[in-house]
Each structure stands twice: as structure tokens, then as C-alpha cells.
């Protein structure tokens, strides 16, 4: 199972900063805290970890809890063994302790007294997904043309939802949508995160978001929009770029991962140009995918290589030793060539350390410029008609020095908050005008 995977964050047009958070580590094996969103990701073998969360409290350090929840449930997944542990206890464990983390936090500072924050987190193994959350920010499902939410609300409007007084269209214009009933942050104890998990098949694409996503943009315009858009970082820019067309009154995060087929046997090398992640990750992940088929082939070829060059051997050794013989007893004017070793003029002591050294150029008249070189740039060597002070029958080899080149690695980090990204028209539903547009944008209060 393959997949690809990009992230986005936005202050919005309203609040002073954000609030947000976001992790995500695409193959546990790589222990690699950000993406490519050119790459295919492997998760057939291994494990991968996204998580989205939304702050609470403005003053009371929002920022600060949501921060608190991403770095535990990194630190939590570094330990996790998916042959040891239940992928669902995992999620549920680790989102208790983040908790935990942050009720602590805030009772040992005042000015911090309040703080909370949304989560949804997202366990990917193989081709099944396991998802936690706790508080109004959400997992869809995007398949074969349909959107639908996996995740359900903890929050006032969603309960007036499931019990039937309103319908789920009604639920986005209420004006006490901004109340959660349950989010991080409180005593430990009474938060229970809820759980759930799903297959994932190919062509699925998986959106983690905050509520400044879709408490801006209905779930018909968001299936719209990636209806519309094949390519997924297409689609994850416009969902960004239709939230603030709407006004962007909240900060917005999302995750949005792409199942991908793979047929068997095919390979997938990375474009060199194409350089995010680390080499040694890149490097790791191309020994991993192909190091079983080339060790068998080399190891088939090995035994058929020793016994050619042992012919060889042979076949040459049975050839110069009675030429040897012949030549030592023949008396030629080429006799003082030596077997092996090549005759230096004594005389000369450019020579004396190494049997062949390459001739320096002749010094360059000062009077005769000659063109300006850089100085990155090797000069070719220059070409002399002064003869060789070697006494030998055959033209010298020549060595060309080859130059490796480096490659440029430039490390990747997490989209920065005011990224622009290209309009792209749409049509977006336009919201009927509210009764009470003041309580619609509120900062989140818990109950």
C-alpha cells in the first residue's frame, strides 16, 4: 500500500496568530517528522502517524496546548511496536497522557489557566487507518466521489443533530456552533477520546482538518473541490484558498493523504532532481524496495565470475611463462626493457618518486595574456611537445581525473503560515445571511 501525502496551515484573515498545530510522520522506518509530497510512501510493512490539532483560549496560551499534544503523541508513537501493541490502544493511551500533559501544564501556570485543544489523530498500517479524536476537528473520507465525515463532532449543535431538532445543514449556520462539549486540556479522567477505523483502498483520499476548514466551507464544497481536482496538491491549495475567500475567520490546518495502486513488480525510482528528504532516507528506502532481487543476482553471479578469472589466470600465466623464457635468451637492442618496471633516466629527478608523472606545462610567456579561468572550474591539462624521459616502446596511458558532483539536498519543513497559493476559480455555495453573525465567529468556549 502506497500513498501520498501533503499538509497546509493558515493564520486566517481574522485572528492575530495561529493557534494550529500539525505532525505527521509518513513511514515510521525513517523516523521522519515532515513530508514530499512528490514521493510514494510504503506503509505495507511499516507504520505512519497524522495528526491535526486546534487550540483554545486566545490569551490563555492556546498555541501552547495544541503544541503540547502534537509533541506527545510524536514522542508516544517513537515507542510504538505495532507487533506488541493494538494500534487503537496506542491511539487512545497516548491521546489520555497528552491530556494529562496539558491539564498539568495549565495548573502549574496561571497564565495558562483555560488553555485546551482539538485533536484528531490518524494511525495508518497497511491498508487499514486508525483513527482517534477528541473535539470538533475532523476526519473525511473521500471515495469514489463521495465525501463523508469518519469522525464525529463533540460538540452542542452535533447533539442537537443526533437527536433530530435540526438537520446537518442547519448545524453549519447555527450560531452556538463554536461550543465543544469535550477537548484536551480538562481532568484527566473525563476526557475519553472516541475511536473508530476503516480500510483504505486505492484511490481513497483522507483529509484531517481543524474547523476553520469546515466551519467555513460546507461538505458539498468541499467534495466539489476535490471532485474537481485530480491532483491532490491541487486540491489541498484550493480548500486553503476557498476558506479565505469565505473570510477565513479561524485559523485552517489539513492533511490530505492520496491512496496510490501500485502494481505488482512495478518500480518506483525517485527523480534525482527531486531531493526533500534526506539521502540516507532516500538511499534506505531504495535498498529496502529493491535489495532482495539484486542480492540474489549477484550472489548467482559471483561463483561464474571467480571461475572466469581463475581461466584466465591460468590461460595467462601459461602463455607468458614460455615467452618469458624465449626472450630472456634472445639478444635484441630492446633488451634494456625490464619485465615489468619502466627505465627512468637517472639523470632526471622529476621522476624519482614515481614511474610516471605528468608533465607540467611550459610557464606561459609574461608578456601573453591568456583568458580569464574561474577558479571553480578545474583547467584541462595542458598539452607539451617536450619528449618523455622514458625509454619505452609503447605510448603512455592517460589519466583523466573525473570530478563527482554533489548533489544539493535542501531539507523540507512544515508550509510556512503565509504561504501564497494560486486562485483558482470555483464555485463556492453562498451562505444565507446569519441572525447573529457575531456569535458564529467567537473564539471556542468549552462547557
Not at 56 to 77: D, I
Not at 170 to 184: C, D, K, R, T
Not at 425 to 440: R, V, W
Request: net charge negative.
Amino acid at each position: 500500500m502506497k500513498y501520498r501525502i501533503t499538509a497546509r496551515t493558515h493564520q486566517g484573515l481574522v485572528r492575530d496568530h495561529n493557534e494550529d498545530n500539525f505532525i505527521l510522520n509518513p513511514d515510521k522506518r525513517f523516523d521522519n517528522w515532515y513530508f514530499d509530497a512528490s514521493r510514494l510512501y510504503d506503509i505495507k510493512e511499516s507504520v505512519a502517524l497524522w495528526v491535526v490539532a486546534d487550540g483554545m483560549g486566545g490569551a490563555n496560551a492556546g498555541e501552547v496546548a495544541s503544541e503540547l499534544a502534537v509533541m506527545h503523541m510524536k514522542k508516544a508513537f517513537s515507542g510504538f511496536d505495532s507487533k506488541k501493541t493494538d494500534p487503537s490502544d496506542f491511539l487512545k493511551n497516548a491521546v489520555v497522557e497528552a491530556n494529562k500533559k496539558i491539564y498539568e501544564a495549565a495548573q502549574s501556570d496561571t497564565g495558562k489557566s483555560g488553555m485546551g485543544t482539538t485533536l484528531v489523530a490518524a494511525l495508518a498500517l497497511g491498508d487499514q487507518l486508525h483513527i482517534a479524536w477528541v473535539g470538533d476537528s475532523r476526519a473525511y473520507l473521500f471515495r469514489n466521489g463521495t465525501l463523508r465525515p469518519i469522525t464525529k463532532d463533540h460538540s452542542f449543535v452535533q447533539q442537537l443533530v443526533d437527536a433530530g431538532k435540526i438537520t446537518p445543514e442547519e448545524a453549519f449556520y447555527h450560531p452556538q456552533g463554536n461550543i465543544i462539549l469535550q477537548s484536551l486540556g480538562g481532568e484527566p479522567g473525563k476526557v475519553k477520546p472516541d475511536l473508530t477505523s476503516l480500510q483504505m483502498k486505492a484511490g481513497d483520499r483522507v483529509l484531517l482538518c481543524t474547523d476553520g476548514l469546515h466551519g467555513m466551507l460546507q461538505d458539498a464544497v468541499i467534495q466539489d473541490i476535490l471532485t474537481h481536482y485530480s491532483d491532490f496538491e491541487d486540491a489541498a491549495n484550493q480548500l486553503i484558498e476557498a476558506t479565505l475567500t469565505e473570510g477565513a475567520h479561524d485559523n485552517v490546518t489539513l492533511i490530505l493523504a492520496e491512496i496510490v495502486q501500485v502494481p505488482v513488480g512495478t518500480s518506483f525510482d525517485k527523480p534525482a532532481d527531486i531531493r526533500r528528504n534526506s539521502l540516507r532516507t532516500i538511499k534506505s528506502e531504495q535498498e529496502t524496495d529493491h535489495a532482495q532481487p539484486t542480492e540474489t543476482k549477484e550472489n548467482n553471479r559471483l561463483p561464474i565470475l571467480m571461475l572466469f578469472g581463475i581461466l584466465v589466470l591460468v590461460f595467462a600465466a601459461g602463455i607468458l611463462v614460455p615467452w618469458k623464457t624465449i626472450f630472456s635468451t634472445t639478444t635484441d637492442s630492446d633488451s634494456t626493457r625490464t619485465d615489468s618496471a619502466q627505465v627512468v633516466n637517472p639523470t632526471d629527478t622529476t621522476h624519482a618518486n614515481s614511474p610516471i608523472e605528468p608533465i607540467k606545462p611550459k610557464p606561459s610567456d609574461p608578456n601573453t595574456q591568456s583568458p580569464p579561468t574561474s577558479n571553480n572550474q578545474k583547467k584541462p591539462p595542458q598539452s607539451s611537445s617536450e619528449p618523455i624521459p622514458v625509454v619505452r616502446q609503447t605510448p603512455l596511458p592517460t589519466t583523466i581525473p573525473v570530478q563527482d558532483t554533489p548533489v544539493n539536498v535542501k531539507p523540507i519543513s512544515p508550509p510556512s503560515e503565509k504561504d501564497t497559493l494560486s486562485k483558482k476559480p470555483i464555485d463556492l455555495q453562498k451562505k444565507p445571511p446569519q441572525e447573529d453573525s457575531t456569535a458564529t465567529f467567537e473564539k471556542k468556549t468549552k462547557l
